[in-house]
């Protein structure tokens, strides 16, 4: 830049050829010269990135590059000549498409769709099913089978499922504690008694 010459940013950047000394000084990453891209081509680089971003996802887009060309070597010897915008708008562009690629595969997983949601929650019944009949079979002593059924399946009360079962209360409290204690070895340890 010439002294007391004022380029503003919509003046057209110089096409820069590959022995032109700004090209050294912008390699080299010269303050100067890095301040005088950011000024001239910032407003290139931002329109470039709201066609595929926009808010704070296209500001934090548009820094990340000119801070990727002041921190990077490699970067800025990417340009080797030509049109400097030209080469920047690319860049922006390319960057928040991946940007937007990086997003998409970050799924949350409160992001399910319903179908899914609805899968989801089959897969975890049905393995909850084949779980208590595991249960059942391997490990439920067969005289316990119906306070399990009436107290842990059919969420009865213990007098409601004594008074179906036939016992007394206090007998179905004592199975029902001993069986808690089989099922907390079971899912837990993977054991019982």
């Excluded at 990453?29 to 000024?39: D, F, K």
């Amino acid at each position: 830049m010439v002294a007391g010459q004022t380029l503003l940013p919509a003046d057209p950047a110089p096409t820069l050829g590959p022995n032109d000394d700004w090209l050294d000084r912008f390699h080299a990453a010269e303050p100067a010269t890095m301040e005088e891209c950011y000024r001239l081509h910032f407003s290139a680089v931002k329109r470039s990135i709201e066609r595929v971003l926009d808010g704070a996802d296209a500001e934090t887009a548009v820094h990340e590059l000119f801070c990727r060309l002041l921190a990077n070597a490699e970067v800025r010897r990417g340009f080797r000549g030509g049109s400097l915008e030209a080469w920047l708008v690319t860049a922006a562009r390319h960057l928040a498409i991946d940007y937007v690629r990086r997003r998409n595969r970050e799924r949350p997983c409160g992001d399910l769709t319903f179908a899914e949601r609805s899968d989801e929650r089959a897969v975890a019944r049905m393995e909850a099913h084949l779980l208590i009949r595991r249960f059942e079979r391997e490990i439920l002593p067969e005289k316990w089978r119906a306070t399990f059924v009436a107290r842990f399946l059919e969420q009865r009360s213990q007098r409601e499922a004594a008074s179906v079962i036939g016992i007394h209360r206090t007998t179905l409290a004592y199975q029902e504690l001993r069986i808690r204690k089989l099922l907390r070895k079971f899912l837990l340890e993977g054991k019982a008694e």
